[in-house]
Nanobody
Framework: QVQVVESGGGLVQAGESLRLSCVTS????????MGWYRQAPGKQRELVAA???????NYADSVKGRFTISRGNAENTVYLQMNSLKPEDTAVYYC??????????????WGQGTQVTVSS
């Protein structure tokens, strides 16, 4: 089983920064990509940032220039540095990991989310 755990959420004031961490565990053979999604109350979950094993990144237009996704020293770790936070960034942030476990089976695992609240 693949497990995904997020951490780093909290309550901050507009303009402040937060750094979210995501760590996967389990019998993971490889990770194709990891990413961050967010969901605000009453809204659909949306992609915030993604990072492939090849190093390619993708960001939502609303966070470009403010958020940065990066890989940790371990392949199973990814961070989301969030700068210049705005009230509209308030949401539950979820980490997602896709790849292969042994025996070779594809997986698509989600963490339970970490709350980010930005006050004006």
């Amino acid at each position: 089983q693949v497990q995904v755990v997020e951490s780093g959420g909290g309550l901050v004031q507009a303009g402040e920064s937060l750094r979210l961490s995501c760590v996967t565990s389990g019998s993971i053979f490889s990770i194709s990509a990891m990413g961050w999604y967010r969901q605000a109350p009453g809204k659909q979950r949306e992609l915030v940032a993604a990072l492939t094993s090849g190093g390619s990144t993708n960001y939502a237009d609303s966070v470009k220039g403010r958020f940065t996704i990066s890989r940790g020293n371990a392949e199973n770790t990814v961070y989301l540095q969030m700068n210049s936070l705005k009230p509209e960034d308030t949401a539950v942030y979820y980490c997602n990991a896709v790849g292969v476990v042994a025996p070779p089976i594809e997986y698509d695992a989600w963490g339970q989310g970490t709350q980010v609240t930005v006050s004006s």
